[in-house]
């Protein structure tokens, strides 16, 4: 049937998008089935910075990269890495241009919400041996409270020694769980705020019951849990002081729905977007410029620290490549910065119809709609945000375009709803033109949070296209 004149102008000049799905064929579904699958094996191995810290170095290693402390010297294609402290990760691509023409830098943080223990987290009380907590960025506390949880993490012995810790992911290993009260006991819990209805420091982890065999003996079921670490680990009370022990989910990453056509996982903020920088890079050959990698720790309570993105850490990562390269000189640091360009790759919320009333549904973010572009983040009036500027939002537009793949101009709810925040305002700081480029998802910060596999896909496309640009 031919179109009237009104239905031709209406395809030319209106802003419409199609769900994802319906733009690919049988191949470039299974391609996306297959990456999906990949991508769900990462999720399962890394629920902690540390792990995905360390996913990142055996991959990229297996991929020909190389501690740059080790070379002397760097030339174009070759591939270097830095690892933080064991928790956040720098990798680069060195590209034919001089460094001070400009980076593009694709950046990524690794840490998620979760529960940690507290320096001196181990009590007896009513017969039960518990672990104190304190949770670590924007939780709904009551959502931890009656789920599997698994202890993972670090002691770190003052004679040097650091053990890894990982209990409950084995079929064999216990699991551990934040108890709540029963419905019928709740009467003056379910009066109150959702916020307040389980308080932060009613979060005590449940680790045992059995006590020692010894009448003399004091806090009987505490010691037991001592001695039982004790023997496997050979630590002590004292050395909880020195540890770094996170309660993450206990449940798998999963493909959902019947046509299996997204993903339901702890920790997708935001590893959704880590895994398909890293894999964007890794595949990357001798782009004109160098391209970078960034997978930060700490951006969920601020980005503060010697791990997070405010740490003078990247500038040295930076610092190196020039002289590696030859290419120091009078200001080349920040000129090479004030010409970088950068996709700040974090997740933004994705609609969910079941809660419509928060979002601005022209503006919004949609499963399956491709990555979503936000110009800005922050809150109210904007606060907070880097705000990319129009050319480079250009930029990145044209990009997609020419790669054929789809994106999504958004923004995070309703103005006065709430807001959110990433590491792209450090960066622009910095003098770099960034703008927020990532996965939409639905129950974001909950212990478990849901995504497209075409998203994840095409995240993963435009992050490579991204880097040879």
């Not at 890495?81 to 593009?104: C, D, F, H, P, Q």
């Not at 694709?106 to 949770?135: C, M, Q, W």
């Not at 053990?163 to 003056?188: Q, R, V, W």
């Amino acid at each position: 049937m031919e179109k009237s004149k009104g239905e031709e102008l209406q395809e030319k000049l209106f802003n419409s998008k199609k769900l994802g799905w319906e733009t690919i064929n049988l191949d470039e579904k299974n391609n996306i089935m297959s990456f999906s699958d990949d991508y769900i094996a990462f999720l399962n191995e890394c629920k902690t910075e540390r792990e995905c810290a360390r996913y990142a170095e055996r991959n990229l290693k297996a991929h020909g990269f190389e501690n740059i402390e080790n070379k002397n010297k760097l030339m174009p294609g070759d591939k270097v890495y830095y690892i933080n402290r064991g928790k956040s990760v720098y990798a680069a691509v060195i590209g034919e241009a001089m460094l001070e023409e400009g980076l593009n830098l694709v950046g990524a943080h690794i840490d998620s919400p979760r529960i940690d223990l507290k320096p001196n987290p181990l009590y007896e009380d009513g017969g039960f041996a518990l672990f104190k907590t304190h949770y670590y960025g924007g939780i709904k506390k009551y959502q931890w409270t009656a789920i599997p949880l698994v202890i993972k993490g670090v002691i770190a012995k003052t004679n040097g020694e650091v053990i890894n810790i990982n209990i409950g992911e084995d079929k064999n290993d216990p699991i551990f769980t934040i108890t709540d009260l029963l419905p019928h006991l709740a009467t003056k819990q379910n009066k109150q705020s959702l916020s307040e209805g389980v308080k932060g420091e009613a979060l005590n982890l449940l680790v045992g019951s059995i006590p020692y065999d010894d009448e003399k003996v004091k806090e009987k079921v505490k010691l037991n849990i001592l001695n039982i670490l004790n023997e496997k680990y050979e630590i002590t009370e004292a050395d909880f002081n020195s540890a770094e022990l996170e309660l993450v989910p206990a449940f798998e990453a999963r493909t959902l729905g019947f046509d299996k056509s997204m993903i339901a996982a702890y920790g997708q903020d935001d590893r959704s977007c880590a895994y398909t920088t890293l894999r964007a890079l890794i595949e990357l050959n001798e782009p004109c410029r160098t391209s970078i990698a960034l997978l930060a720790d700490k951006e969920e309570i601020g980005s503060v620290g010697n791990t997070g993105m405010y740490s003078q850490n990247f500038e040295n990562f930076i610092a190196m490549l020039l002289d590696k390269t030859g290419q120091n000189g009078y200001n080349v640091l920040e000129k090479t910065l004030c010409n970088s360009k950068m996709l700040s790759a974090d997740v933004t919320s994705g609609a969910d119809p079941t809660y419509s009333e928060v979002d601005d549904k022209i503006n919004a973010a949609y499963l399956g709609k491709g990555v979503a572009l936000c110009k800005y983040t922050g809150s109210h009036g904007k606060s907070g945000a880097s705000d990319a500027n129009a050319e480079f939002v250009a930029k990145v537009r044209r990009i997609a375009e020419d790669n054929n793949l789809l994106y999504q101009m958004t923004d995070m709810g309703k103005v006065d709803e709430g807001g959110g925040g990433t590491i792209a305002y450090i960066l622009a700081n910095k003098g770099i033109d960034v703008i927020d480029c990532g996965v939409p998802v639905l129950s974001m910060h909950a212990p478990y949070e849901v995504s497209s596999k075409f998203d994840i896909y095409n995240a993963y496309q435009l992050y490579k296209a991204f880097y040879k640009n």
